[in-house]
């Protein structure tokens, strides 16, 4: 009989125990690249580049060409490191790191060795449920991206099979941060929601200092799950396998459960895991082996020869300590609770992805409830529709307009809709539109119990019901008084004036 390829997850967690390490490559928005004076094509306002149009001799490799250090590479580095919580050091260098690949046009990679800019932080991570864990922080080192390969003519975009391949390098010298963390333990059954929530409080970190765009899906946030498992009771860690390049948080989560459950069969048939990289596979779940990598890989580290030490000044670095913004966590915290919603409901909006543009319509003066329902609602249904970012389709201050109308009464919850898909229309400000289209309500006495009667003549024994107490018979005519004014009649004032005519 063939051996099973999973265990089952809870029997693997209660033979085994996982521990993870989690590496995220930031791909950082600076203005040009690490080392040359190349526009940086991972800054937000590059949109998708034609290959090859963002190089330059530097970026290329090209005889006689030297890097020089970006400053403001530097400073964001600095920066996240300190939002890691981590130690600057004094004094960090550049080293090489030698290996040969068609995206490596130098045939090796300017990076940080054994003294990255920063070391030693913590970050802390809540999970749905609010358990809060501290993730501990190894390092965060600079280094340059590599450039990127397509394989085409079979092999579906793999180079095995391929019949040739595309080298594009205009990734190759962006501004890279890899940050990575020390092995971590007591994630137990939730160790894979914990790798996933680890990366999204590291794009909130990421995004809040505005150091990189930190879109998963367009690969300026990588990430590279390593996976070990334990017997209970064994103090020496398991061989790890790491999973490259997962790029959704979903797949994180995916991924650390499927090699949780794939070593612990190995194990559990006697077998050893194998120390090696693995792909992941969105379509099938399924992770596959890459390359065997031991701990002492051989890429001949030393130390660039072309670049000075980095010796940041420490009057600077407590400057951009005292500067940092609120740190995700925490502004979480206390937005859920100057809100006062329940978990889920503010988590739904933290995984939609919508808590800026909450926080934002809130401060131009929404109530909370009214800004979620906006921004949850119809905004993200049509933001969906067209495959947009939800936030591109209006800003926080026309959300407020509108609930701002609604609560002064000048439209209702219906009629708010309308004003809405005016000002998506771009017909103006929701006041605007509200004038343009004549969607204000009616409160007007005179109009209204002209209605009023009228819908009370088509119906005459409404008022007889409802003097016999069956007050909720005048939703019939309220209902006929609003088809007959589209929907503008002020609901609450029909209703008091159909409840005087029956007293009458
Ligand atoms: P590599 O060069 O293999 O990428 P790194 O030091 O950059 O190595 O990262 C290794 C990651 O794996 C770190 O996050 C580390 O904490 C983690 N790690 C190391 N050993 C284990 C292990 N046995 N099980 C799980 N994670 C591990
Ligand atoms: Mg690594």
């Known amino acids: ?56 001799p530097v970026d290329l490799g090209l ?32 080293a090489r790191k030698n290996y040969f690949y ?16 920063a070391f030693d932080g913590s970050v802390e991570v809540e999970l749905g449920d609010g358990t809060v864990f501290h993730v501990p922080i190894e390092r965060a080192h600079m280094e340059e991206d590599a450039g990127k390969l397509t394989h085409v003519g079979g092999g579906a975009g793999r180079i095995q099979g391929a019949e040739s391949s595309l080298v594009d390098y205009n990734r190759a010298g962006v501004p890279l941060v890899e940050i990575v963390t020390k092995p971590i333990f007591g994630g137990e059954e939730r160790t894979p929601e914990l790798a996933a929530a680890y990366v999204s409080v590291i794009r909130d970190i990421v995004r809040a200092l505005g150091v990189s765009e930190a879109r998963m899906e367009r690969g300026n946030l990588r990430c590279d799950a390593n996976v070990s498992l334990r017997p209970r009771g064994q103090e020496a860690l398991g061989i790890r396998t790491e999973t490259k390049n997962v790029n959704s948080f979903r797949s994180i989560e995916r991924a650390v459960r499927y090699e949780i459950q794939r070593q612990a069969a190995i194990l559990e048939a006697g077998g050893t895991v194998t120390q090696e990289t693995r792909h992941w596979h969105e379509d099938t779940g399924r992770t596959s082996p890459g390359r065997v990598k031991s701990d002492a890989d051989d890429y001949r580290y030393f130390p660039e020869p072309d670049l000075m030490p980095l010796r940041p000044d420490r009057a600077f670095v407590d400057e951009l300590r005292a500067a940092l913004p ?13 809100w006062g919603f329940g978990d889920q409901e503010f988590q739904d909006i933290v995984n939609a992805g919508l808590l800026d543009a909450v926080d934002a319509t809130v401060a131009a003066g929404a109530t909370a409830a009214g800004a979620k329902k906006w921004w949850m609602g119809p905004l993200s249904r049509l933001a969906n529709e067209q495959q947009v970012e939800p936030a591109s389709l209006a800003t926080p201050e026309q959300i407020a307009g509108i609930e701002q109308l609604i609560s002064d009464g000048v439209v209702n919850d219906k ?22 289209r004549g969607l204000a309500v009616v409160s007007d006495d005179g109009a209204l119990i002209e209605a009023v009667d009228a819908a009370l003549a088509a119906q005459p024994d409404v008022l007889e019901k409802i003097r016999d107490g069956k007050v909720q018979a005048a939703g019939a005519i309220i209902g ?3 088809k007959a004014m589209q929907g503008k009649a002020d609901a609450a004032r029909v209703r008091e004036l159909i409840l005087e005519r029956a007293a009458q």
């Open 1 to 56: 009989m063939a051996k099973p390829e999973l265990m089952d997850y809870e029997a693997a967690l209660a033979k085994y125990e996982p521990v993870i390490g989690l590496e995220v490559h930031v791909e950082l928005s600076t203005r040009t690249k690490m080392f040359s004076p190349t526009p940086n094509p991972a800054r937000g306002e590059q949109g998708e580049a034609e290959p090859n149009t963002f190089i330059g």
């Open 102 to 117: 068609p995206d490596n046009p130098k045939n090796y990679q300017i990076s940080q060795y054994d003294d990255p800019i």
């Open 480 to 482: 006929a008084v609003m």
């Open 63 to 94: 005889p006689g060409t030297l890097p020089v250090v970006n400053a403001e590479a530097v400073e964001y580095s600095i920066r996240l490191g300190l939002a890691l919580g981590c130690e600057i050091a004094e004094e960090s260098g550049f």
């Open 415 to 436: 009629l708010a809709r309308q004003v809405l898909d005016g000002v998506l229309a771009g017909e103006g400000t929701p006041a605007e539109v509200v004038e343009a």
């Open 326 to 338: 609120e740190q995700p966590v925490l502004r979480r915290r206390r937005l859920k609770e100057a």
